[in-house]
């Protein structure tokens, strides 16, 4: 599917897998470029919540605020939800959305936010201008996403060769882009962003559970997940080419040595009148 196209296919899907790690993200952990902006009285719109536990963490550091969680799939809100019951939360709710074309008058909130969804969407740019339209003057624009061919590891591995760039071939085939990171600035301006203060920071998994835990979800996603589906129906893997690469993941996983690094993007950006 084009880039130029405002829809994509969103790679991962849902599968358990896959929820295994959304569900491990926190806000510390992958929103820590945002916090320090954040204030007890804001209104928060957190896109692609996903299960919700970022979004629940949002909620808690703004006690006096609100803060809405949105997702283009209905099936994973109900998750979303339960996680926001299970801690208490009252000042939390969430809607299905689309974020090429948000259902919220301009200047809504004070933070929009979004990890790991620009991407997986069609036209990254003009997500960031529905983004920055619904956002208050003297608000934020907080994107972090990771940066696919940057991602490094030891050892050296041709099964995980193989599956970075499958990874990404799929991933461009459904009309994303797995190298967002390094991109966020460029689009951030391209969107008519101007106070951007662009950072990184970096998942490494090493010890014995990162590493049991890494390869482990990669090893199912890879041949369980719609990932898995949309690499064998696109012509991009067989089966067999898969379970090579499971393979590969779960054999890293056992390595004492291993070491493996996510390196992400990030942009804050303050609107502007």
Known sequence: MPMAEETAVYTHGHHESVLRSHTWRTAANSAAYLLGSLRPHMKILDIGCGPGT???DLAALVPDGHVTGVDRAPEILAQ??????????TNIDFA????????YPDDTFCVVHAHQVLQHVGDP???????????RPGGFVAVRDADYAAMTWYPASRGLDEWL??????????????????????????AGLTDITATSTSWTFSTADER??????????????????????GGHATTEQLRAVSEAWRKWGKREDGWFSVLHGEILCRKHV
Do not use: C, F
């Open 54 to 56: 970022i979004t629940a």
């Open 80 to 89: 979303a939800g339960a996680t926001a019951t299970a801690r208490g939360l």
């Open 96 to 103: 299905v959305a689309d974020v090429h074309a948000l259902d």
């Open 125 to 135: 740019v003009q997500a960031l201008r529905e983004m920055r339209r619904v956002t």
């Open 165 to 190: 760039g499958l990874y990404r071939r799929v991933a461009r085939a459904n009309g994303g882009e797995p190298d967002a990171g390094r991109r966020l600035k460029s689009w951030a301006l391209r």
């Open 212 to 233: 049991a835990w890494w390869s482990g979800l990669w090893a199912d996603r890879t041949l369980a997940s719609a990932y898995a589906e949309r690499a064998t129906e």
